[in-house]
């Protein structure tokens, strides 16, 4: 529990603030903001008013571009320009067939920084991007990977544990900002994945972190266009709800994909040994049957955020939806946050911890 602000005093605070400053001071600096805090990329969710209205709080939104068209994703930066004057990222998936289209939108757009999301970016995509202004993010699931991504020219990283929301590697958050943060240090590094308190942010910083970033916190903010059945569900429920999705035989592989077990959930399993059964039994080839298992999620997520259809939908969150407790502003979540890690700094003063 965060320490009541009455019970620290004002020198207190300061020396924490300032020490909160020169933590993540790298991170304010690359991305150009405030708090060196990343809104994590949520399709259908980070769009114009939740993006806005993180970056309007000091910290920094990301587009989530997802299946978005070349055109639509232009409108949709245009738009979330006309609501902040505060810098903002937009996040492209690699495998997205219209590619080139979408890094020419974020150029003609001048959008500053992209997040590059999905899969390992050729050299060509990275160059093209830093060539024509933007500055470019990518996800290291590995420190070989990071290491060949820095490389390949990015300028900074992300690192997610599988406890984020939506598509998930194997390795906790806390692991993987052991084994890069003390060996990595020529890119800005962002933590990402199970965050939704300040002293964590704190503890990431501390390891050597240049900032955060969080998707599930924000999915609850006054700002977020997520359906009011879907916010619901998500103050409703727990970490230990929030399950990555299984995979029952090799041969039909299932990217993993967290989020709160509903009604379709347990269809997903019921889909996946019928199809095995029938392509046991020579009705399907394998081809077909992964195509099958695959197109079963498909449109899900829109379905629930947009439509609130929570039983049918995609609940995609990460393990950290137990700490969100209500709908409030932005602005709101991002002050707590600030505020927890300031109070964490404090007591680590006191007990002789900081420098």
Known sequence: ????????????????????????????????????????????????????????GGGFGVIACGSMSPALLAAEIK?????????????????????????????????????????????????????????????????????????????????????????????????????????????????????GRGEAIASYLEMGAAGCQLGTRFVCAHESIAHPRFKQAFIRASAREALSSVQLDPRFPVIPVRALVNAATLRFLEVQRGVIERFTGGALSQKEAQLEIERFWAGALRRAVVDGDVENGSLMAGQSVGMVKREEPTRMILDSLVEQAIDALVLRARSGMAD
């Open 1 to 56: 529990m965060a320490l009541a602000a009455a019970t620290l005093n004002d020198p207190e605070r300061a020396t924490a603030q300032r020490r909160l400053d020169r933590l993540w001071q790298r991170g304010v600096a690359f991305l150009g903001v405030e708090r060196a805090i990343m809104g994590g990329a949520m399709t259908w969710a980070s769009e114009r008013n939740l993006v806005a209205a993180i970056s309007n």
């Open 79 to 195: 738009a979330t320009a006309a609501l902040t004057r505060r810098p903002f990222g937009v996040n492209l998936i690699v495998m997205h067939p219209e590619l080139d289209g979408l890094i020419e939108a974020c150029l003609v757009e001048r959008v500053g920084h992209v997040v590059l999301a999905g899969g390992l970016p050729a050299g060509a995509v990275i160059r093209r991007l830093k060539a024509g202004g933007a500055r470019v993010l990518c996800f290291a699931p590995t420190l070989p990977f990071a290491r060949r991504l820095v490389r390949a020219g990015v300028d900074a990283l992300i690192i997610e544990g599988t406890e984020a929301g939506g598509h998930v590697g194997p390795v906790s958050t806390s692991v993987l900002a052991q084994e890069i943060l003390p060996e990595l240090t020529e890119v800005p590094v962002f933590v990402a994945g199970g965050i």
